[in-house]
Protein backbone atom coordinates (compact mmCIF):
# COMPACT_ATOMS: atom_id res chain seq x y z
CA UNK A 1 0.00 0.00 0.00
CA UNK A 2 1.55 3.34 -1.05
CA UNK A 3 0.48 6.24 1.21
CA UNK A 4 -1.12 8.11 -1.34
CA UNK A 5 -4.59 8.30 -0.08
CA UNK A 6 -5.97 9.74 3.00
CA UNK A 7 -6.64 6.24 4.46
CA UNK A 8 -3.80 5.05 4.13
CA UNK A 9 -1.85 8.03 5.70
CA UNK A 10 -4.28 8.02 8.76
CA UNK A 11 -3.29 4.05 9.42
CA UNK A 12 0.33 4.87 9.18
CA UNK A 13 0.18 7.82 11.67
CA UNK A 14 -2.42 5.92 14.36
CA UNK A 15 -0.64 2.55 14.23
CA UNK A 16 2.90 5.07 14.77
CA UNK A 17 1.41 6.75 17.71
CA UNK A 18 0.33 3.38 18.89
CA UNK A 19 3.51 1.77 18.72
CA UNK A 20 5.23 5.27 19.90
CA UNK A 21 3.23 4.60 23.12
CA UNK A 22 3.16 1.37 23.86
CA UNK A 23 6.89 1.14 23.99
CA UNK A 24 6.62 4.42 26.12
CA UNK A 25 4.72 2.81 28.58
CA UNK A 26 6.88 -0.39 29.22
CA UNK A 27 9.81 2.01 29.66
CA UNK A 28 8.59 4.81 32.03
CA UNK A 29 6.58 1.99 33.62
CA UNK A 30 9.29 1.07 35.91
CA UNK A 31 8.50 4.77 37.83
CA UNK A 32 5.69 4.22 40.84
CA UNK A 33 4.14 7.46 41.38
CA UNK A 34 1.18 7.93 44.19
CA UNK A 35 -1.81 9.27 42.69
CA UNK A 36 -3.29 11.07 45.96
CA UNK A 37 0.06 12.82 46.28
CA UNK A 38 0.20 13.67 42.90
CA UNK A 39 -3.43 15.57 43.25
CA UNK A 40 -2.38 16.54 46.72
CA UNK A 41 -4.83 15.10 48.58
CA UNK A 42 -4.78 12.38 51.91
CA UNK A 43 -4.04 8.68 50.88
CA UNK A 44 -6.65 6.64 51.26
CA UNK A 45 -5.56 3.19 53.14
CA UNK A 46 -7.99 1.24 51.67
CA UNK A 47 -8.14 -2.70 53.25
CA UNK A 48 -8.86 -5.29 50.75
CA UNK A 49 -9.16 -8.93 51.00
CA UNK A 50 -6.91 -8.66 54.25
CA UNK A 51 -4.09 -6.47 52.38
CA UNK A 52 -4.21 -3.24 54.60
CA UNK A 53 -2.90 0.29 54.24
CA UNK A 54 -3.68 0.10 50.15
CA UNK A 55 -3.35 3.23 48.35
CA UNK A 56 -2.99 4.38 44.38
CA UNK A 57 0.53 3.87 43.49
CA UNK A 58 0.77 3.88 40.44
CA UNK A 59 3.19 2.48 37.40
CA UNK A 60 3.66 5.34 35.51
CA UNK A 61 2.75 3.59 32.17
CA UNK A 62 -0.86 4.04 33.06
CA UNK A 63 0.02 7.86 31.38
CA UNK A 64 0.06 6.07 27.69
CA UNK A 65 -2.17 3.51 28.18
CA UNK A 66 -5.58 5.45 27.88
CA UNK A 67 -4.13 6.79 24.88
CA UNK A 68 -3.35 3.29 23.33
CA UNK A 69 -6.68 2.03 24.12
CA UNK A 70 -8.40 4.85 22.02
CA UNK A 71 -5.88 4.41 19.30
CA UNK A 72 -7.23 0.78 19.53
CA UNK A 73 -10.68 1.54 19.20
CA UNK A 74 -10.47 4.14 16.42
CA UNK A 75 -7.88 1.86 14.34
CA UNK A 76 -11.30 -0.99 14.82
CA UNK A 77 -13.50 1.43 14.18
CA UNK A 78 -12.22 2.74 10.95
CA UNK A 79 -10.29 -0.44 10.03
CA UNK A 80 -10.95 -3.24 11.41
CA UNK A 81 -10.04 -6.43 13.48
CA UNK A 82 -7.35 -7.50 11.42
CA UNK A 83 -5.81 -5.02 11.22
CA UNK A 84 -5.82 -4.11 15.23
CA UNK A 85 -4.64 -7.55 15.56
CA UNK A 86 -1.47 -7.57 13.25
CA UNK A 87 -0.59 -4.06 14.74
CA UNK A 88 -0.67 -5.45 18.28
CA UNK A 89 1.37 -8.78 17.63
CA UNK A 90 3.72 -6.36 15.58
CA UNK A 91 3.77 -3.76 18.85
CA UNK A 92 4.86 -6.80 21.22
CA UNK A 93 7.63 -8.29 19.35
CA UNK A 94 8.79 -4.44 19.15
CA UNK A 95 8.61 -4.16 22.46
CA UNK A 96 10.48 -7.12 23.02
CA UNK A 97 13.14 -5.73 20.50
CA UNK A 98 13.50 -2.81 22.37
CA UNK A 99 14.11 -4.76 25.71
CA UNK A 100 16.75 -7.00 24.02
CA UNK A 101 18.59 -4.17 22.50
CA UNK A 102 18.30 -1.96 26.22
CA UNK A 103 19.41 -5.36 27.31
CA UNK A 104 22.40 -5.45 25.00
CA UNK A 105 23.30 -1.66 25.96
CA UNK A 106 23.23 -2.65 30.10
CA UNK A 107 26.18 -5.24 28.98
CA UNK A 108 28.49 -2.56 27.62
CA UNK A 109 31.00 -1.26 29.41
CA UNK A 110 31.01 2.49 30.78
CA UNK A 111 33.74 4.62 29.85
CA UNK A 112 34.93 5.71 33.35
CA UNK A 113 34.13 9.68 33.04
CA UNK A 114 30.38 8.93 32.17
CA UNK A 115 29.90 6.82 35.32
CA UNK A 116 29.97 9.45 38.11
CA UNK A 117 27.94 12.20 36.80
CA UNK A 118 26.73 15.23 39.79
CA UNK A 119 23.14 15.45 38.61
CA UNK A 120 20.56 18.02 40.65
CA UNK A 121 23.56 18.39 43.26
CA UNK A 122 23.92 15.19 43.95
CA UNK A 123 26.81 12.79 42.70
CA UNK A 124 24.69 9.81 40.78
CA UNK A 125 26.35 6.62 39.23
CA UNK A 126 25.27 6.91 36.09
CA UNK A 127 25.71 3.18 35.03
CA UNK A 128 23.88 1.78 37.95
CA UNK A 129 21.10 4.14 37.00
CA UNK A 130 20.96 2.97 33.48
CA UNK A 131 20.18 -0.32 34.96
CA UNK A 132 17.96 0.33 37.08
CA UNK A 133 15.44 2.49 35.75
CA UNK A 134 15.91 0.09 32.32
CA UNK A 135 16.72 -3.38 33.62
CA UNK A 136 12.95 -4.69 34.44
CA UNK A 137 13.08 -8.73 35.14
CA UNK A 138 12.29 -10.97 32.93
CA UNK A 139 9.02 -11.89 34.82
CA UNK A 140 8.03 -8.24 34.56
CA UNK A 141 8.44 -7.98 30.86
CA UNK A 142 7.32 -11.38 29.76
CA UNK A 143 3.84 -10.51 32.07
CA UNK A 144 3.35 -6.76 30.29
CA UNK A 145 3.94 -8.39 27.08
CA UNK A 146 1.22 -11.27 27.74
CA UNK A 147 -1.29 -9.03 29.35
CA UNK A 148 -0.87 -6.76 26.14
CA UNK A 149 -1.66 -9.16 23.94
CA UNK A 150 -4.52 -10.41 25.58
CA UNK A 151 -6.07 -7.23 26.42
CA UNK A 152 -5.52 -6.03 23.10
CA UNK A 153 -7.45 -9.42 21.66
CA UNK A 154 -10.28 -9.21 24.12
CA UNK A 155 -10.42 -5.26 23.14
CA UNK A 156 -10.60 -6.20 19.61
CA UNK A 157 -13.22 -9.10 20.17
CA UNK A 158 -15.69 -7.36 22.46
CA UNK A 159 -15.83 -4.06 20.27
CA UNK A 160 -16.98 -6.04 17.51
CA UNK A 161 -19.40 -8.08 19.72
CA UNK A 162 -20.98 -4.71 20.92
CA UNK A 163 -21.14 -3.09 17.66
CA UNK A 164 -23.19 -5.76 16.38
CA UNK A 165 -25.46 -4.78 18.46
CA UNK A 166 -25.65 -0.67 18.45
CA UNK A 167 -24.81 -0.49 14.91
CA UNK A 168 -22.48 2.40 13.82
CA UNK A 169 -24.06 4.30 16.70
CA UNK A 170 -23.16 4.56 20.43
CA UNK A 171 -19.59 4.68 19.87
CA UNK A 172 -19.04 5.56 23.51
CA UNK A 173 -20.93 2.45 24.63
CA UNK A 174 -18.75 -0.22 22.80
CA UNK A 175 -15.48 2.05 22.91
CA UNK A 176 -15.76 2.30 26.67
CA UNK A 177 -17.08 -0.85 27.37
CA UNK A 178 -14.08 -3.01 25.06
CA UNK A 179 -11.58 -0.71 27.19
CA UNK A 180 -13.28 -1.38 30.61
CA UNK A 181 -13.36 -5.35 29.91
CA UNK A 182 -9.45 -5.23 28.59
CA UNK A 183 -8.55 -3.19 31.01
CA UNK A 184 -9.65 -5.62 33.89
CA UNK A 185 -7.93 -8.32 31.99
CA UNK A 186 -5.21 -6.71 31.45
CA UNK A 187 -4.83 -5.28 35.27
CA UNK A 188 -4.95 -8.73 36.76
CA UNK A 189 -2.92 -10.51 34.43
CA UNK A 190 0.09 -8.73 34.79
CA UNK A 191 0.15 -9.05 37.84
CA UNK A 192 -0.65 -12.39 38.27
CA UNK A 193 2.44 -13.27 35.81
CA UNK A 194 4.71 -10.80 37.42
CA UNK A 195 4.41 -11.35 41.00
CA UNK A 196 2.13 -14.31 41.75
CA UNK A 197 3.86 -16.91 39.57
CA UNK A 198 7.71 -15.03 40.02
CA UNK A 199 9.45 -17.01 42.30
CA UNK A 200 10.85 -14.10 43.56
CA UNK A 201 7.82 -12.21 45.30
CA UNK A 202 5.77 -15.04 46.06
CA UNK A 203 2.68 -12.75 46.48
CA UNK A 204 -0.58 -14.47 47.96
CA UNK A 205 -3.58 -14.46 45.44
CA UNK A 206 -5.31 -12.03 48.15
CA UNK A 207 -2.38 -9.28 47.51
CA UNK A 208 -2.89 -10.15 43.84
CA UNK A 209 -6.57 -9.83 43.55
CA UNK A 210 -6.15 -6.49 45.98
CA UNK A 211 -3.73 -4.44 44.15
CA UNK A 212 -5.51 -5.41 40.80
CA UNK A 213 -9.01 -4.38 41.86
CA UNK A 214 -6.75 -0.64 43.17
CA UNK A 215 -5.05 -0.85 39.66
CA UNK A 216 -8.72 -1.56 37.65
CA UNK A 217 -10.45 1.39 39.78
CA UNK A 218 -7.95 3.95 38.82
CA UNK A 219 -7.97 2.36 35.01
CA UNK A 220 -12.13 2.36 35.80
CA UNK A 221 -12.14 6.10 36.26
CA UNK A 222 -9.93 7.21 33.85
CA UNK A 223 -11.53 4.76 30.85
CA UNK A 224 -14.72 6.73 31.65
CA UNK A 225 -12.69 10.68 31.92
CA UNK A 226 -11.46 9.72 28.06
CA UNK A 227 -15.08 9.21 26.72
CA UNK A 228 -15.28 12.67 25.56
CA UNK A 229 -11.53 12.75 23.81
CA UNK A 230 -12.48 9.60 21.97
CA UNK A 231 -15.58 11.60 20.26
CA UNK A 232 -12.70 14.27 19.77
CA UNK A 233 -10.14 12.43 17.85
CA UNK A 234 -13.44 10.59 15.92
CA UNK A 235 -14.79 14.05 14.64
CA UNK A 236 -10.94 14.83 14.11
CA UNK A 237 -10.88 11.85 11.80
CA UNK A 238 -14.29 11.85 9.91
CA UNK A 239 -13.23 15.91 9.52
CA UNK A 240 -9.86 14.77 7.76
CA UNK A 241 -11.29 11.98 5.78
CA UNK A 242 -14.93 13.25 4.66
CA UNK A 243 -18.16 12.04 5.84
CA UNK A 244 -18.83 9.62 2.61
CA UNK A 245 -15.35 8.18 3.01
CA UNK A 246 -15.30 8.14 6.82
CA UNK A 247 -18.88 6.11 6.57
CA UNK A 248 -17.28 3.86 3.69
CA UNK A 249 -14.54 2.50 5.47
CA UNK A 250 -16.50 2.12 9.28
CA UNK A 251 -18.86 0.05 7.11
CA UNK A 252 -16.15 -2.01 5.47
CA UNK A 253 -14.32 -2.58 9.01
CA UNK A 254 -17.89 -3.70 10.66
CA UNK A 255 -18.26 -6.06 7.94
CA UNK A 256 -15.28 -8.24 8.99
Known amino acids: MSFKTKESRLLLVLGAF ?4 AILSEFIGVKIFTVEGTLGIRQFDISLLGVPNLSFHMSAGVLTWPFIFILTDIINEY ?14 ILIAYAFF ?3 GAMMLKPSDFWINQEINGRNLNMNDAFAGIFGQGMWIIVGSIIAFLVGQMADVLIFHKIKKFTGEKALWLRATGSTLISQCIDSFVVIFIAFYLNPQ ?7 VAAIGLVNYTY ?37 E
Open 18 to 21: FVAN
Open 79 to 92: FGVKQVRYLSILTA
Open 101 to 103: IVG
Open 201 to 207: YHWSWQM
Open 219 to 255: KFVVAILMTPILYLVHGIIDGYLGKDLAHRLIKMAGK
